[in-house]
C-alpha cells in the first residue's frame, strides 16, 4: 500500500516534497487554513525527511540528540482551503555542525501558498546545544542549496 504522504527526493534538485490534504478541522471561521497549521505542515515535512533519510526523532533521541526550533518565519501568499492537496517543499540553505537553516515552501499546483524559513539547533537530551553527529549531516548534504561545507 502506497505512503499516504510520500516523501520524493533529488539529488539534482536538493530538495524533499511532503504531500498534504487539508482538512476541514484546520480551517478557520472565514473557510481559509488557520494561520498556525502552517507550522505544522511544515513541521510534518521536515520530519518526514529526518524519518527518510533514517534520522527520526525516535532514533536521534536514543543517541542523544534533540532537534529543536529555535525561530521560524511564515509569509503568507495565499489561502488554502479544506479538501485542497498541498506540497511542501524542504531545502537546507545552510547546514552547520550545530545549526541549519530551512527553506521550505508550500504550493497547491505550482501557486505558492507560504514560504518558511526555520532555524533550528542541536542539542543534547538536556537541552546544551552539542554537535550533529556527522553522520546525520552526510545524510543531510543533498538537500543542502549552499555553499557552506562546515562539518
Known amino acids: 500500500m502506497p505512503d499516504p504522504h510520500p ?15 487539508v482538512r476541514f478541522y484546520e480551517l478557520d471561521p472565514y473557510g481559509h487554513v488557520n494561520h498556525g497549521v502552517y507550522l505544522n505542515y511544515f513541521e510534518v515535512a521536515r520530519i518526514e525527511l529526518l524519518d527518510a533519510i533514517g534520522f527520526g526523532l525516535p532514533r536521534l533521541g536514543a543517541l542523544g540528540f534533540h ?21 511542501v517543499t524542504s531545502r537546507l540553505r545552510s547546514l552547520r555542525r550545530t545549526s541549519a537553516v530551512w527553506d521550505q515552501t508550500l504550493d497547491r499546483a505550482g501557486t505558492v501558498i ?12 538536556t537541552g546544551r546545544p552539542t554537535a550533529a553527529p556527522p553522520e546525520l549531516l552526510e545524510a543531510l548534504a543533498p538537500f543542502r542549496i549552499d555553499d557552506d561545507r562546515t562539518s
Open 67 to 87: 532537534l529543536v526550533v529555535v525561530e521560524a518565519r511564515v509569509r503568507f501568499h495565499a489561502p488554502a482551503h479544506a479538501g485542497d492537496r498541498l506540497t
Open 7 to 21: 516523501l520524493s527526493s533529488a539529488a539534482a534538485s536538493s530538495a524533499a516534497s511532503t504531500t498534504i490534504d
Open 114 to 125: 507560504a514560504t518558511n524559513e526555520v532555524r533550528s539547533g542541536i542539542t543534547d537530551t
